[in-house]
């Protein structure tokens, strides 16, 4: 099982920041905090990952709580493009990825 | 292009008949992954290789199922028998062993199973 919990759905404006959260309570002190997207009818696409501290790609940031109980991605600058489902996955060594049913997020002109 | 590539992109059989995908991995990436993913789900773990060796089954992977990665390079997935209840996205993806960077994912294969 997924040991993730996310928001079903959110909307964003264009232009603005998306903020998807995403609860991990369970997460060991080992394991990482991956995100994910798929756009539709598409594999899904590595976005960024972490650890404790936060990370910042050119795709987006990744805000992760003191206590790792819960993450945070920021898309700084929402598009058209950036409609997907957006999933957060805690990786365990196993190296598999376990996915949950992940946030459509919906950005609108 | 030099990501993962799956063939076909499409397929529809028909109930009990047998079909394979193949997946070319990324070509330096020793570990390969099959997922399913079905309507309005996050994509289910199948099966993954290291190199030729199949380190990893889950239970969803019934005895019609079978996966082989023969060189260590491409991998074939074959379903035995289909079901309608196979009818599903199949994904590929694959990424360097021992090293926590991501998965590269293939852009599937659709089956329907009329």
């Known amino acids: 099982d997924a040991k993730t919990t996310q928001p079903t759905s959110m909307d964003c404006a264009e232009g603005r920041a998306a903020n998807l959260p995403c609860n991990h309570s369970?997460?060991?002190?080992?394991?990482?905090v991956y995100w994910y997207r798929q756009i539709h009818s598409q594999g899904p696409q590595y976005i960024i990952h972490?650890?404790?501290n936060n990370e910042t790609n050119e795709m987006a940031s990744l805000i992760i709580t003191e206590d790792r109980k819960s993450s945070t991605l920021i898309l700084p600058h929402a598009t058209l493009r950036d409609t997907a489902v957006y999933y957060c996955?805690?990786?365990?060594?196993?190296?598999?990825?376990?996915f949950g049913t992940g946030t459509r997020l919906q950005v609108f002109p | 292009d030099t990501g993962v590539s799956q063939d076909p992109r499409h397929k529809i059989t028909k109930r009990g008949q047998n079909v394979t995908f193949r997946c070319d991995p990324i070509s330096e990436h020793n570990r390969l992954y099959w997922y399913r993913q079905t309507l309005g789900q996050g994509p289910e773990f199948l099966t993954y290789f290291q190199n030729e060796a199949q380190l990893e089954k889950s239970r969803l992977l019934s005895d019609r199922f079978s996966a082989e990665r023969p060189k260590g390079s491409f991998s074939t997935l074959e379903i035995q028998r289909t079901e309608q209840g196979d009818s599903a996205m199949y994904l590929c993806?694959?990424?360097?062993?021992?090293?926590?960077?991501?998965?590269?994912f293939g852009p599937g294969t659709r089956l329907t199973v009329t």
């Open positions: 996955i805690v990786r365990d060594n196993t190296d598999k990825l376990i």
């Open positions: 972490g650890l404790k």
């Open positions: 369970t997460i060991s002190g080992n394991e990482y």
């Open positions: 993806a694959s990424k360097v062993a021992d090293t926590h960077y991501e998965q590269y």
